[in-house]
């Protein structure tokens, strides 16, 4: 028995989780998850494995600039491959993600199997916590991306690209809801605890400039916080 599953891989992704249901329903797919939604694609790996399926072709899709490229649906789907064991379905990957509903079968039929069995996902700059002066997390939950959170996150790395600042410098990181619905999209600095909100593509290259190269808070979008003390 074949099974295709198609996989949302962006945080943008995990926001239209009912319209890539529907897609996935219209093409007769199973739906997974990379990041930041249910089911993972692990989870329904096992799932289907589970319940027999003894080939697995892997589709995915991604709606936005922050998501992983392609490889990345690869590693996850071998890594669980290899942790199966002997006697796990045969799974294929896609070549590219889909861009339109027309490109689902020609993807499938292009499928490669994942057939070596060697180490799983390691990487040596996986090893060590970050270096990271900052860390910023965008709040990517419902209202956040209804309210335009995904032009944030590109404005805010496109703003560090500009500013000379990497990944050693700031890490800029994709959230579940962060609660301040109100003032979505919510965009916080960490250690320095800065909540901002209505953080559009303007505001995220002013946070930049202002915050986190010039070490001054922008107090114009800057959030109420009270800490509760223990």
Same mark, same amino acid.
């Given at each position: 028995? /074949?099974?295709h ?6 945080p943008?992704?995990a ?12 093409l007769?797919?199973e739906?997974?998850f ?6 993972a694609? *692990?989870?329904r790996?096992?799932?289907l494995?589970?319940a027999?399926a003894?080939?697995l ?21 071998a ?10 379905p045969e799974v294929?990957t896609?070549?590219?993600?889909m861009?339109a509903?027309?490109e ?6 292009l499928?490669? &199997?994942?057939?070596?069995?060697? &180490?799983?996902l390691t990487?040596?700059a ?10 910023v997390?965008v709040?990517?939950g419902p209202?956040?991306?209804?309210a ?5 996150? /590109?404005?805010?790395v ?14 800029? *990181? ?5 609660f301040?619905c109100?003032h979505?999209?919510?965009v916080?600095?960490?250690p ?9 593509? &303007?505001?995220a290259?002013?946070l930049?400039a202002d ?7 922008v ?5 109420a ?5 223990p």
């Amino acid at each position: 028995m /074949t099974v295709h599953v198609l996989v949302g891989t962006s945080p943008a992704d995990a926001a239209r989780r009912t319209e890539l249901a529907g897609l996935a329903h219209r093409l007769g797919a199973e739906l997974a998850f990379l990041q930041l939604a249910s089911p993972a694609l *692990t989870t329904r790996l096992t799932q289907l494995a589970d319940a027999g399926a003894e080939r697995l072709v892997l589709v995915g899709v991604s709606g936005g600039t922050s998501g992983p490229g392609v490889s990345w649906l690869r590693r996850i789907a071998a890594h669980w491959w290899r942790d199966r064991g002997e006697g796990a379905p045969e799974v294929a990957t896609a070549p590219a993600f889909m861009a339109a509903e027309s490109e689902w079968g020609p993807l499938g039929d292009l499928a490669r &199997p994942i057939t070596h069995r060697g &180490p799983g996902l390691t990487s040596a700059a996986w090893e060590d916590v970050p270096g990271h002066r900052h860390q910023v997390l965008v709040c990517r939950g419902p209202r956040c991306s209804a309210a335009g959170a995904e032009e944030t996150s /590109t404005a805010l790395v496109l703003a560090l690209m500009r500013a000379g600042l990497g990944d050693d410098d700031v890490l800029v *990181t994709q959230t579940g809801c962060q609660f301040p619905c109100n003032h979505a999209p919510v965009v916080t600095v960490q250690p320095d605890d800065v909540w901002y909100g209505r953080v559009d593509p &303007p505001a995220a290259d002013q946070l930049v400039a202002d915050h986190l190269a010039g070490g001054s808070p922008v107090e114009a979008l800057r959030l109420a916080r009270v800490r509760r003390e223990p």
